[in-house]
């Protein structure tokens, strides 16, 4: 929870906030004779996938209120593949317990965009930064283990 002052009382709070998602769909080769998808619907199955994942497993300090996977994909020219590259954006807004709880989506690949919708106003002291900064070293710390897995594959 964080603080937050109304009038002269200081009072424990949730944090609402809306997050942008861009899934990134590349090209599949299809099998044996047949063509793969479409980058656009590899994007949009990746992102089914995930929203579905992110609403389904439990994650203490965080609870879905809404996911709006109605964007439509969109291309661009990815010049280090050399080839299209299709991203299906999701926007999500969610309740947390604390700016911690907040880390683990943007802190992700996919992560674009925050917005803060209450409180308008926290108060954040010392340690409450100093625990942000090491959750986010933590964070940064398990995605840099799991891309090196990755290229270890």
Do not use: W
Not at 106 to 118: L, N, W
């Amino acid at each position: 929870m964080v603080k937050v002052k109304l009038g002269d009382e200081i009072v424990q709070s949730k944090i609402k906030f809306r997050v942008r998602m861009d899934f990134r769909g590349e090209h599949r080769p299809g099998k044996f004779l047949f063509g793969g998808k479409p980058v656009e619907q590899v994007a949009q199955n990746i992102r089914e996938e995930q929203v579905t994942l992110l609403r389904n497993i439990p994650i203490q300090g965080i609870s879905f209120e809404e996911c709006d996977t109605s964007p439509e994909p969109y291309v661009i020219y990815d010049e280090t593949l050399g080839e299209k590259v299709a991203y299906a954006p999701a926007f999500i807004t969610v309740n947390a317990d604390s700016i911690e709880d907040m880390i683990r989506f943007v802190m992700r690949e996919e992560f674009r965009k925050i917005e803060v919708i209450e409180p308008t106003q926290m108060i954040i002291t010392n340690k409450d930064l100093e625990k942000i900064l090491f959750k986010m070293g933590e964070e940064l710390r398990t995605q840099l283990m799991l891309f090196a897995r990755k290229l270890k594959k």
